[in-house]
């Protein structure tokens, strides 16, 4: 296991060091969840936070297997055809968010083309089984595009998330090159038709930099949330999971976060979360608040 107080990302204009963790803890959490067969974006994306929330009790679980349909090209999730879908997952996370004691938990997915419903219903099972098992948590689901059906999106309301959260992942220009299968406006719709089904939902999204964007797309982007009536906004720095995937163009410092972070509060968004190694789930039960 690599020691993290060691470990950084370094260029010529930034360094980021990777906080202390508890070794011992984290090995508890991790050993626990892969004796549930539980799988999180946590370690199949390669999260530098993992080991900080691990050896805090706390992961981000990731369900509807972890073979992801699409092809976007900074994610490091595997992609190809994803196996059957597990009916015992929603039970086994719900076991292990007992065990670990949590009030607040993040559910997300690979992309499902595949699937009709695109997994939407495998998403309200798990919902479901959390709110029998741990009916004091509270729940942030982390949806894919859907394909745009709004029908299983509402199903996906109607299960009564606490938050709903879908990722623009990068600004609108980059799409075509980086998420080739997905579509910018259509992200943009389902956020804006979640607040439509239920106008309390708090909604959320975010997107990485250092891929190139301009300082207006950025701002744009951030505009187009607010539009939509996104509640709260991640930013984070993009960091290359390997030399296959896209290599970063830009590291922003810790003060261009904090000027973007400025910017967005002027534009209206008051809850945001703007730092480099910010991730869409992490410290997700501070920022919900």
């Not at 929330?53 to 981000?60: D, R, V």
């Not at 879908?85 to 929603?90: I, L, W």
Request: proline letters at 4%; glycine letters at 4%.
């Amino acid at each position: 296991m690599p020691d993290n107080s060691k470990m950084t990302f370094v260029n010529s204009q930034l360094e980021i060091r990777i906080k202390p963790y508890d070794k011992q803890k984290y090995l508890i959490t991790k050993e626990l969840l892969e004796n549930y067969s539980i799988n999180t974006v946590c370690i199949e994306a390669n999260c530098p936070n993992r080991y900080e929330c691990f050896s805090k009790g706390t992961a981000t679980f990731m369900i509807l297997g972890k073979i992801c349909t699409r092809n976007c090209f900074y994610c490091n999730i595997q992609k190809g055809i994803p196996k059957k879908v597990d009916n015992s997952e929603p039970k086994m996370v719900a076991e292990v968010i007992k065990k670990l004691k949590l009030d607040y938990v993040v559910i997300t997915c690979v992309t499902r083309d595949d699937l009709k419903d695109s997994g939407a219903g495998h998403f309200v099972k798990t919902i479901n089984e959390i709110r029998n098992t741990n009916p004091n948590c509270k729940i942030e689901v982390l949806i894919s595009d859907l394909k745009g059906n709004w029908k299983e999106l509402k199903k996906i309301i109607d299960a009564k998330p606490d938050i709903l959260n879908h990722n623009m992942e990068v600004v609108k220009e980059l799409f075509s090159k980086l998420r080739p299968k997905g579509n910018y406006i259509l992200s943009l719709e389902l956020l804006k038709k979640a607040k439509e089904f239920n106008p309390k939902l708090k909604t959320k999204s975010g997107f990485m930099l250092g891929f190139g964007e301009s300082e207006d797309q950025i701002n744009k982007t951030i505009k187009e949330l607010k539009e939509v009536n996104c509640d709260i906004i991640t930013l984070g720095q993009y960091l290359q999971p390997s030399k296959k995937h896209f290599k970063v163009k830009k590291y922003y410092t810790f003060e261009e976060f904090k000027k973007i972070k400025e910017k967005a509060r002027q534009i209206g968004i008051s809850n945001i979360i703007a730092s480099p190694l910010v991730r869409s789930s992490y410290k997700a039960n501070e920022i919900s608040k």
